[in-house]
């Protein structure tokens, strides 16, 4: 090997124990062997001397066994701040080395008749409160020193991590090349020099008989997770009836900011239009817990993580084929209650349920009732109480409204806060594992249902401009001739 070079490629197997220069220099004295693996990793030295050296240079490994790798991870930081400094709860469980554990079942026997252990030892914290899963890791090093100084801890830096869980799930990191390019190590002082390298995988390609018997292996295991999944599940598993659609609402009543007064709570309740339905026990209304709020910027805010669980059942009738569905409303108020037990109506609200499935975050202006003269604020400030809706959905229209008006002319309101909510929807229709007929079936309930939305809203113009269009038509067709061909002349 010429003294100027500096390419180097190595191939390395796995927990394959590639000795660097300091570990040469360390374990040629025997006086330095203190453990079992230092005097095996001496011997090994010795028999390489023998056989004409070591033929890595720059390229080194550290395994399994080594030191390295305990302090590799005991050294491991959250964050890329150069000040970090470990908290208590690192400290304490950087000395439990997770992939060297082995549950003992005598352990977690004990603990079905002991619920609380008032002297846990070392082993049982190490036992129950680290994820146990075996892990070998191994190391693959660069010694980035200038030649003839190799051999000097400050100049090793990490090529790659590869780790092996007990599951048999291989870890590279960084990834193999490929056409990425190679990774670059850039080194501190005063040269700057950059290294670059490349990791590729040299590992035999697995034969076709082998390849087909893993994937033998992995139909039989899959096979066996979904009859254990369909166990779980079991035959009576709900179906909704066909032409019915079955409504989940996971939600949360996350926070409310903008308000008057502290100590806050939410009423809600929800209401279902015609053809709606929900089970005997679905508690359909409920009151948060009374909140404190804290100032966050300019606002008040009061957190209540409140969660709620609604089940709706929508059928079909053959009247609803050509009217528009009404889709459930959530209905609300905010209320304060203070030390004296006086409590204040802050705000009135209402919340359309989404019409599409998944995640929606929504944050819902109210308002409040408000009564003219400075008698009626001095009786909210001094003695609490202030003008209440009787009927809760007025807030849009109210359920004994008949008319086809409704005038709120008169009606003194005043803008409060807001409430945020995070709702998780999801749908259950039978007609979806049906024929197509019926999916379009339900897909068209699904869509006049959701007709809030933008495109919906262009479509109906659209057919009231070809409905207009098509009246003209005819109304011109049944004027006389004479008439048009004189108005005609006359412009």
């Known amino acids: 090997r010429p003294p ?43 028999k390489l001397e023998k056989a004409g050296g070591r033929k890595n240079y720059r390229i080194f490994t550290y395994t399994d066994h080594d030191r390295f790798t305990n302090l590799e991870e005991h050294c491991q930081k959250v964050t890329d701040s150069d000040h970090e400094v470990p908290s208590y709860l690192a400290e304490r469980m950087a000395n439990v080395r997770r992939r060297r554990q082995d549950h003992r079942p ?22 129950n409160h680290v994820i146990n899963t075996p892990v070998q890791t191994m190391y693959i090093m660069g010694d980035l020193g200038p030649y003839g100084k190799l051999g000097h801890r400050e100049y090793e830096h990490v090529l790659c991590t590869i780790k092996v869980d007990g599951n048999g799930v291989i870890t590279v990191k960084p990834d193999f090349t490929g056409t990425k390019g190679a990774y670059r190590i850039e080194l501190d002082g005063e040269k700057r020099e950059v290294w670059k390298y490349t990791i590729e995988n040299a590992s035999v390609q697995v034969q076709p008989e082998e390849e087909e018997r893993e994937q033998r292996v992995f139909r039989d295991l899959y096979g066996r997770h979904k009859e254990y999944l369909s166990g779980l599940v079991g035959s009576e598993f709900e179906m909704t009836l066909p032409g019915t659609l079955r409504l989940f609402v996971n939600g949360e009543i996350v926070s409310a900011q903008g308000y008057e007064y502290d100590n806050l709570y939410v009423h809600f309740f929800l209401e279902l239009p015609n053809q709606w339905s929900s089970p005997a026990f679905q508690q359909l209304s409920g009151v948060t817990q009374t909140c404190a709020t804290k100032t966050v910027g300019w606002d008040n ?64 202006p109210t308002w409040r009732p408000v009564e003219l003269g400075t008698v009626a604020e001095l009786r909210r400030f001094f003695i609490g109480g202030s003008p209440e809706l009787e009927d809760i959905t007025y807030v849009r ?13 008169g009606f003194r309101t005043e803008t409060t806060g807001s409430v945020t909510f995070r709702l998780y929807c ?66």
Not at 106 to 127: D, R
Not at 323 to 331: D, G
Not at 397 to 409: A, M, N, Q, V, W
């Open 4 to 46: 100027d070079a500096e390419e180097e490629e190595a191939e390395v197997g796995w927990q394959e124990k590639l000795f660097s220069q300091f570990e040469v220099d360390l374990y040629q004295n025997e006086s330095a062997c203190q453990t079992p693996l230092d005097r095996q990793y001496h011997g090994e030295i010795l």
């Open 106 to 127: 005598t352990e977690a026997s004990s603990l079905k008749s002991k619920i609380v252990t008032w002297e846990p030892s070392e082993e049982f914290i190490k036992n």
């Open 301 to 364: 805010v009061a957190y209540f993580c409140y969660p709620f669980t609604l089940e709706m059942f929508f059928t079909q009738g053959d009247e609803s084929e050509d009217s528009l569905p009404q889709w459930p409303v959530l209905y609300f108020e905010v209320l304060s209650l203070d030390f004296w037990q006086r409590y204040r109506v802050e705000g009135y609200g209402s919340l359309v349920l989404p019409a599409s499935p998944g995640l929606h975050m929504l944050t819902i």
């Open 397 to 409: 229209i109210p359920s004994t409204f008949k008319g086809e008006r409704l005038s709120r002319f």
């Open 426 to 491: 999801l749908q259950q229709s039978k007609a979806f594992l049906e024929t197509s007929a019926l999916r379009q079936r339900m897909q068209s309930v699904l869509d006049r249902l959701g007709g809030f939305s933008q495109q919906s809203s262009v479509y109906n113009v659209l057919e009231a401009f070809q409905r207009a269009r098509r009246r003209m038509q005819e109304a011109r067709e049944s004027l006389p001739q004479d008439l048009i061909s004189t108005s005609a002349s006359t412009v």
